[in-house]
T-cell receptor
Framework: NAGVMQNPRHLVRRRGQEARLRCSPM?????VYWYRQLPEEGLKFMVY????????ESGMPKERFSAEFPKEGPSILRIQQVVRGDSAAYFC????????????FGPGTRLTVT | GIQVEQSPPDLILQEGANSTLRCNFS?????LQWFHQNPWGQLINLFY???GTKQNGRLSATTVATERYSLLYISSSQTTDSGVYFC???????????FGAGTRLTVKP
């Protein structure tokens, strides 16, 4: 039973390009969370999604960042016009439902903006 | 918002030693998890422990929810235990987990 999958594992983008990060939750999980980890820091919540719905995006930067979790396919975190400060590890987690609070994390995508 | 404090921030041990990592949180929580982030950056679930005590091999954890703290015990530490240990809590009426700053553990051979 595969865990949470994220791809790519490493992503290099030049300033101004777009970055797309994908997350496939664990089988049977319908709740997806995105977190960002800046160098030498803990993880910070960005957004919580269920299928076709953004439930809480209070941790998302107001501009350039968006997330979706379509009915079919993985959840996507999209960063437009990347800047050097976007360089970080982006982790996705999933849980079975909101009442099952245990979150399982993917391996992360390390974004480097040059 | 809820504050999560972990101590110590850094810990250096000799292989075979035991250690206790602490996580204090400032408000009631629905969930508490301990994670190990290995030197390659991967986050590994250690315990889902909103209350009580659990053991898994050389690791055990105790959460005293009424006193708002959790402890992670590592016995007979090994070099592969090195990395950062994070405590994360899930406050009521929130959709996210709040992470502490972590304890960086280095186990020397």
């Amino acid at each position: 039973n595969a865990g949470v999958m994220q791809n790519p594992r490493h992503l290099v983008r030049r300033r101004g390009q777009e970055a797309r990060l994908r997350c496939s939750p664990m089988k049977g999980h319908s709740h997806v969370y995105w977190y960002r980890q800046l160098p030498e820091e803990g993880l910070k919540f960005m957004v919580y999604l269920q299928k076709e719905n953004i439930i809480d995006e209070s941790g998302m930067p107001k501009e350039r960042f968006s997330a979706e979790f379509p009915k079919e396919g993985p959840s996507i975190l999209r960063i437009q016009q990347v800047v050097r400060g976007d360089s970080a590890a982006y982790f996705c987690a999933s849980s079975a439902d909101r009442d099952s609070y245990e979150q399982y994390f993917g391996p992360g995508t390390r974004l480097t903006v040059t | 918002g809820i504050q999560v404090e972990q101590s110590p921030p850094d810990l250096i041990l000799q292989e075979g030693a035991n250690s206790t990592l602490r996580c204090n949180f400032s408000d009631s929580v629905n969930n508490l998890q301990w994670f190990h982030q290995n030197p390659w950056g991967q986050l590994i679930n250690l315990f889902y422990i909103p209350s009580g005590t659990k053991q898994n091999g050389r690791l055990s954890a105790t959460t005293v929810a009424t006193e708002r703290y959790s402890l992670l015990y590592i016995s007979s530490s090994q070099t592969t235990d090195s990395g950062v240990y994070f405590c994360a809590v899930d406050p009521p009426f929130n959709n996210d987990m709040r992470f502490g700053a972590g304890t960086r553990l280095t186990v020397k051979p």
